[in-house]
């Protein structure tokens, strides 16, 4: 009977990994004394032609036409600023990216959580798909403010494409502007835009942000102090080495995991004296969530390509405007 019940855990254990494509990115904020803004993250994709390793430069004044079902018939705009982002599979867009201005647009996995808006050929010129949402932002505006005050201008409709090896890209947005002004951009139940402000500048993947934030709450134990000695009877306990305020903390690759990991890491995060140093910082936070290959994928379907596994960690300088990865 124990064998019989060890099967079917390990069972159940390897058909979860397999229906889990993973696409597990991790982004953070952190703000340095100069008056810094630097916005990093990572990039994992589950499939093995994962190529986000180009960096794309949009010039200013570029004619934009917005992708609906139908095609290229969307809403047309005239991009105000230059951009540079990176990018996959031949695309305009990627992960993230920066403009002139020193706005910040990323995009993370929303799975079974993000729903766009049904496509309605009447209303074509004002649709475009989530990619041109991105490409959208980054040409037209250089603050939050600008952005979340035009949204309503735009609907979000669903457009299969097959130039990201047919994978449905349910995403939703971290934008960041140099003053340090942050909004979190979710589009669920058929078109409803919701906004929140980043907890710490953290965000993951599934499930909504309102979730992550309520789940916060599980882990109101953890610190960056020590756990005092205890003294029981005859024996006086102490803490095995330094940080033992934050037992507790998860170490798994799920999002949920990932974004309280991530939320005590930039919560107790050294003071950072410029921005220089707080790229350095943002990069070895972020040696914190680089997945390993096979870490989510069982050993016989290893693949030989980086799948699901961190294939870029890039970095945000929005003061300076430089972006490093």
Known sequence: MKLQIKKIVAINLALLLLSTSAFPCTGITLQSKD??????????????????????????????KGQTPDGYNGKSWVGKYGFVTLTAYGQPYGPDGMNEE????????????????????????NSMSVGDLMQWMLSSFKTVDEIVAHLKEVVVVKVDNKDFGGAELPF????????????????????????YDPYL??????????????????YLNLSNVPNNPVTLKDYNLKP???????????????????????????????????TLEAVFESFRILDN???????????????????????VTSSSDLKNKKPIR
Request: glycine share 10%; net charge neutral.
């Open 35 to 64: 008056g810094g803004v630097v916005v990093a993250r990572t990039v994992e994709w589950a499939l093995n032609d994962a190529q986000h390793n180009q960096i794309l430069i949009v010039p200013r004044n570029k004619k934009f």
């Open 102 to 125: 020193g706005l910040y647009v990323g995009v993370y996995y929303l799975p079974d959580f993000a729903e766009y808006n049904l496509y309605d050929p009447k209303n074509a010129e």
């Open 172 to 195: 939703h947005f971290k934008i960041v502007d140099p003053s340090g002004n942050s909004k979190i951009i979710e589009i669920v139940n058929g078109g409803e835009v919701k906004i």
């Open 201 to 218: 500048g953290v965000i993951t993947n599934s499930p909504t942000y309102d979730w992550h934030i309520i789940n916060q709450r599980n």
């Open 240 to 274: 095995l080495g330094g940080g033992s305020g934050l037992m507790g903390l998860p170490g798994d690759f799920t999002p949920p995991s990932r974004f309280v990991r991530a939320a005590a890491f930039t919560a107790t995060c050294r003071p950072l004296d410029n």
């Open 289 to 311: 969530f680089n997945i390993p290959l096979g870490a989510q994928v069982p050993t016989e379907r290893l693949p030989s390509d980086i799948v699901s596994a961190t294939q």
